[in-house]
Every structure is written in structure tokens, then in C-alpha cells.
């Protein structure tokens, strides 16, 4: 079984792990050009290419599970919709599976998932095991949350529609509840990507219109040391800052 964020960086395409690859390859090569006026510094610097990698792969993982909790959040409303008119709740997702399927593209983590659930169930698997096993593959909360509660429902022979019902209403809550802080977040995150060029732009306008005074920070012990001193406390402010504006709900 994967762990969480490693499930959700299955989920992103090879073409996305190729432009993270070179995004972060970018930002390595500018970085040994500006600081170092060699590229050949980017051996010496893998590590922060390393580290770039990881955190825009993190990055991408994090838009994956965010558009599978509003994917989860449809097919219990389309599930609950289905229990309205009457039918099973085995069949209320067999249902479900046919109207996202008209949404959402075969790739989907969601229709991946349902053609899971309804392919289970044909073969006759309980119910209450079909959506365990959707919870641990997801694992995310507000699923493994409404399969317990579910579960529990079930066996107890509580009112399905109501608590699936429920569970759609407090799932569009902390939805909105994410939108409304990465809106608030979001000039934020701006400044930030900002404040994060202007020192390479510094010491790009300085290379070029005063290449005299940058001259005698390359090709030196002392320049270089300068240099990576400087590098090192950029690197430091930049982790600070990603830990800033990333808040997990």
C-alpha cells in the first residue's frame, strides 16, 4: 500500500513528471550560471535540484488530491441522488459510476475508482469491504471518514440517505472552506514567487550593467565562498517561505 502523497503523484501524468524534471533542471542551471558563472556547478548543486524536484512533484500530488475531493464530493451527491429515487445502495453506485462517466474522463481517479466499486460488486464483494479498500487506496480523510461512518450505518440499519446526505454537506463545507484560504492565500503566494525572483534579477541587472564589480565574486576562493554563503541564506528564506503559504486544511 503507497503512502499518501505517493498515491496522488501516481495519479499525474508522465508529461507532468517530465516538465517538474525540467522546471527544476531550469531553475539549477540558471543558479550555478548566476552564481557560480558555471554550469558545470550544477553537479555540486543536485541536491537543490534534488530538492526543487520533490517539492514541485509535492506540489503536483496536492492539485491531484484537491480535484479527487470535488470528484468525491459529486459521486455521493450522485450516489445520494440514486438512493432519492429508490434504488439500493449497491445499485446507487453503480449509478453514480454511469453519470460521472459522462463527467470525468476514463483516466479520472474517480472513474478509475467507481469502475473498481461496480466491478466488485458484481462479483458479489460485501459492500462494507469494496469501499474499505477504496478507502485505504485513496487515503484520504473525508473518504475513510465516510466509509466509517457508512459502515456503521449500515450495520446498524441507520437511515442511508440522511447520512450520505450529510456527509455531502460537510464535505462542500470543508471545500469551501479550502477555497476560501487558498483565495486568501493566493496574492499572497504571488508576492511571494515574486520575492523570490528578485534576488536572481539583482544579480542579473548587476552582471550585466556593472560586470567589472561582479568580476571579483567568480573564479576566486573568497568569491565563490561569498557566493554560496548567500546562496545558502536564499535557500533558507525560500524553504521558510514555501512553509509560509502551504497550509494544510
Not at 450529510?166 to 483565495?183: A, C, P
Request: with cysteine; hydrophobic share 45%.
Amino acid at each position: 500500500m503507497c503512502e499518501q502523497k505517493n498515491c496522488w503523484m501516481q495519479d499525474m501524468t508522465r508529461k507532468e513528471h517530465l516538465w517538474n524534471l525540467a522546471r527544476a533542471a531550469g531553475v539549477t542551471a540558471v543558479t550555478a550560471w548566476l552564481y557560480y558563472r558555471s554550469f558545470l556547478m550544477i553537479l555540486p548543486l543536485l541536491p537543490l535540484l534534488i530538492w526543487h524536484l520533490r517539492m514541485m512533484e509535492e506540489e503536483g500530488a496536492g492539485k491531484k488530491e484537491k480535484e479527487f475531493q470535488i470528484q468525491f464530493k459529486e459521486a455521493i451527491q450522485a450516489v445520494s441522488s440514486a438512493l432519492n429515487t429508490g434504488y439500493s445502495v449497491e445499485n446507487a453506485f453503480r449509478e453514480a459510476q454511469k453519470e460521472l462517466k459522462l463527467i470525468y474522463p476514463e483516466g479520472a481517479r474517480i472513474s478509475k475508482e467507481l469502475l473498481i466499486i461496480t466491478r466488485q460488486l458484481q462479483i458479489h464483494v460485501p459492500l462494507e469491504q469494496v469501499l474499505e479498500e477504496f478507502g485505504e487506496r485513496t487515503r484520504t480523510e473525508d473518504v475513510q471518514n465516510f466509509v466509517t461512518v457508512f459502515a456503521a450505518a449500515k450495520k446498524s440499519g441507520g437511515n442511508m440517505i440522511a447520512i450520505i446526505q450529510d456527509t455531502v454537506r460537510q464535505i462542500s463545507d470543508k471545500i469551501d472552506v479550502k477555497r476560501e484560504i487558498d483565495t486568501i492565500l493566493a496574492s499572497k503566494r504571488y508576492e511571494f514567487r515574486v520575492m523570490s525572483a528578485v534576488p536572481y534579477a539583482i544579480i542579473g541587472y548587476m552582471s550585466l550593467s556593472f560586470p567589472e564589480f561582479m568580476e571579483s565574486l567568480y573564479g576566486n576562493v573568497l568569491g565563490i565562498g561569498v557566493m554560496t554563503v548567500c546562496l545558502g541564506i536564499y535557500t533558507g528564506a525560500y524553504y521558510l517561505g514555501v512553509r509560509m503559504v502551504r497550509i494544510e486544511v
